[in-house]
């Protein structure tokens, strides 16, 4: 282990809070120009330690250090730049409506972007004016300490932002707590729903919780016989392998076309043999250590099951893997049915459920057939078919070939 990080029980929640309380009537009257002036500051202050929080991210996590350095922290610094533009210009942007903070808000977040989900909840709640208790995940809890040492630093009032770490027992804590107006979770859908019944509790007072939830997926791509394929394989490689298929909208089910499935197949093998599976902290890794070893068993029961449920698994099944730390060989399978567990439940690894299909409508019927809808991919060349497809996809995020763009 690299360090000890400690528990926060509810007596530490309340103090958070009550800190977030304290501080809610003096942030919320800021002028508006003068709140975006902390946010600005807090975003180029995350510029300046980029190299520093990079490592420290992967250090934590486990994901490859390119990933950490070129994606996640820039955007976690685009965000509060982001927002911070935003802080005067609600009522532009909800014309006719007096923009108002919802209060304390009760932030609950995973570890697969731990700092950029931490970003994604603090700043536009700090924009509009909000104040934050944010407890990250218990295996990923480093960069949002660190970020809250930055908030110190660029001199945020204090209480704005308090950051409590512990496990889900901090988490739940944060959910009941009577001065919380607010939770946002990201998390697994197990976990939401029990939240969301905990939120459906009111208040001393009689008034409930907002509740903001983003839970699991099990996203599609599809790939039409008429898409440039290269391109497609480099997107679906970046889209369920990069970051150890731990994103939430990870294109872990592939829809291809009958006629091409035999090329996409052999290409997808060609490269998951080229992919670098090790160190995260190699700047050549493409595929770093899993999270936790919890979450290594959960990967590898899946992997383990649809060996079982009769699909046909291939992987690039050279080269060692590092002896130490929680590492897993990046896979796909084929020969999947609808049916199979891997088609249908989320995995959070880098193993990717190919299918195929005939008919676009066909392609739709079995994208759609989940109860999942974060995000889809098409990959076609024909622009009549990519509206026609993308307005029937159920999917929050629909991505034309490309895939996982996120930003701010
Ligand atoms: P994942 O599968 O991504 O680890 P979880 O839903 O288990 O997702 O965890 C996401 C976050 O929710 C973490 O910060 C975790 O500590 C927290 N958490 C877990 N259980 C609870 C709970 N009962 N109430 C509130 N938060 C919880």
Known sequence: SICEVAQASSRDVDAAVAAARGALRGWSALAPTERAKYIFRIARRLQERAREFAVLETLDSGKPIKESRDVDIPLAAAHFFYYAGWADKLEYAFPGRTPRPVGVCGQIIPWNFPLLMAAWKIAPALACGNTVVLKPAETTPLTALRLGEIFEEI?????????????????????????????????????????????????????????????????????????SLDQAIEGIISSIYFNQGEVCCAGSRLFVQESILPTVITKL????????????????????????????????????????????????????????????????????????????????????????????????????????????????????????????????????????????
């Open 155 to 227: 001199g945020l009032p204090p209480g704005v932002v308090n950051i409590v770490t512990g496990d889900g027992r901090t988490g739940a804590a944060l959910v009941a707590h009577d001065g919380v107006d607010k939770i946002a979770f990201t998390g697994s859908t197990e976990v939401g729903k029990r939240i969301a019944s905990a939120v459906a509790a009111p208040r001393s007072d009689g008034s409930l919780k907002s509740l903001t939830l983003e839970l699991g997926g099990k996203s599609a791509n599809i790939i039409f016989e008429d898409a």
């Open 269 to 408: 093998r060609h490269r998951l043999a080229s992919l670098r599976v090790g160190d995260p902290m190699d700047k050549n890794t493409d595929v770093g250590a899993i999270n936790s070893r919890a979450q290594m068993e959960k990967v590898n029961h899946y992997i383990n099951l649809g060996t079982h449920e009769g699909a046909i698994r291939h992987d690039a099944g050279t080269g060692d893997l590092p002896s130490r730390g929680f590492y897993c060989r990046p896979c796909f399978f084929t020969d999947v049915q609808p049916s199979h567990t891997i088609a249908r439940e989320e995995i959070f690894g880098p193993v990717l459920s190919v299918m195929s299909f005939r008919t676009p409508e066909e392609a739709l019927l079995r994208a759609n057939n989940t109860p999942y809808g974060l995000a889809a991919g098409i990959w076609t060349d024909k622009g009549s078919k990519i509206f026609e497809v993308a307005r029937k996809l159920k999917a929050g995020v629909v991505w034309i070939n490309g895939t996982n763009q996120f930003d701010a």
